[in-house]
């Protein structure tokens, strides 16, 4: 039981501060960042703001597996015999469906947080073309992001209530 809740503070707080921060960037630091005041810093602000948030996101996504797993462990779904039932049953296809656009959102973070986000600083100055490229690319891998991680939101939400959709 200890383990289970453990697992189930650190998996909740860690989703607040995933989703929660990713909203709070989108109603709050971005229309400020976009504030005629700041013109100046806006590209250096908009930089280190998400090479923050980078920063702690791949950390979050660890917490996100070793407690979500600790916690099908500590219901005994792992153990040998009960994992086929498990995956097998109305909430083991709902889970798989969260784990899957769980990879989902991780691929599309890297891509977003290692390649279109970087090369759009890169090309700012050099190439106004592929800026706009890139700037568009990040914008909607960013947005794509936020809506993975509200479905994988309600998915555990309604995982743990045992409600599934099949
Ligand atoms: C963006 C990533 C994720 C978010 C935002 C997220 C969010 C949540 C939320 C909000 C809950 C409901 C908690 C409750 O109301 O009791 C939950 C439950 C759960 N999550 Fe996740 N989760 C994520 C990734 C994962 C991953 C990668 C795993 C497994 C490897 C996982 C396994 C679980 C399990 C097993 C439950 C059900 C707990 C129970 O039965 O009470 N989650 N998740």
């Avoid at 996504?61 to 979500?68: E, P, Q, R």
Wanted: proline residues 2%.
């Amino acid at each position: 039981m200890w383990l289970y809740l453990v697992c189930l503070l650190f998996h909740i707080l860690s989703a607040m501060i995933w989703v929660g921060g990713m909203i709070f960037y989108v109603i709050v630091i971005m229309p400020v960042i976009r504030n005629p005041k700041l013109k100046d810093q806006k590209l250096t602000l908009l930089q280190l703001t998400a090479l923050q948030f980078r920063s702690i996101s791949y950390f979050l996504f660890l917490i996100f597996i070793t407690s979500g797993f600790g916690m099908l462990y500590a219901k005994g779904y792992l153990a040998y015999g009960e994992m086929i039932s498990f995956f097998t049953s109305k909430i083991g296809y709902m889970f798989t469906l969260k784990i899957g656009l769980f990879l989902i959102l991780f691929l599309s973070s890297v891509y977003h947080d290692f390649v279109s986000g970087p090369k759009t600083f890169v090309y700012l100055e050099k190439d106004s073309i592929q800026y706009e490229r890139y700037r568009k690319l990040s914008g909607f891998f960013g947005r794509f992001n936020l809506l993975l991680s509200l479905g994988i939101t309600i998915l555990g939400i309604l995982v743990s209530r045992g409600v599934s959709v099949f």
